[in-house]
């Protein structure tokens, strides 16, 4: 996988139609055909959103005879799991902060 791509991959999961060809690939590993067959688009348009997934480091393919077959690339997913997780951790630790204010941070008021 290069370093730079040039999509981001939350950029290319911006797609509706894109997010499905990922659902599907997550049940298994599909050639264009396949996926054209329960999509409502044409196999141009399915080939044209796997090179989308495909320059976000989304997905894969090889070569299987005269056909490509396109499957999840856990690198790429992984990558984009490691940015939710920073995300997830961010919003608990400002969740904490509010929830669990420092009491040292507060003035202490003096007994009469």
């Known amino acids: 996988m290069p370093a730079y791509q040039t999509r981001d991959g939350w950029?290319?999961?911006?797609?509706?139609?894109?997010?499905?060809?990922?659902a599907s690939l997550a049940e298994r590993?599909?050639?264009?055909?396949?996926?054209?067959?329960?999509?409502?688009?044409?196999?141009?348009?399915?080939?044209?959103?796997?090179?989308?997934?495909?320059?976000?480091?989304?997905?894969?393919?090889?070569?299987?005879?005269?056909?490509?077959?396109?499957?999840l690339s856990p690198e790429g997913l992984g990558a984009l799991r490691d940015q939710l997780d920073t995300f997830w951790q961010r919003a608990l630790d400002g969740y904490q902060d509010v929830a669990e204010p420092d009491v040292t941070a507060r003035p202490t008021q003096e007994q009469p």
Not at 41 to 52: E, T, Y
């Open 29 to 71: 590993p599909q050639a264009v055909g396949e996926l054209a067959d329960v999509l409502p688009i044409s196999r141009p348009a399915v080939s044209q959103h796997l090179r989308v997934l495909k320059d976000a480091g989304l997905v894969t393919d090889r070569a299987v005879g005269t056909r490509r077959v396109y499957r």
């Open 11 to 22: 950029e290319a999961l911006g797609d509706p139609t894109r997010r499905a060809i990922v």
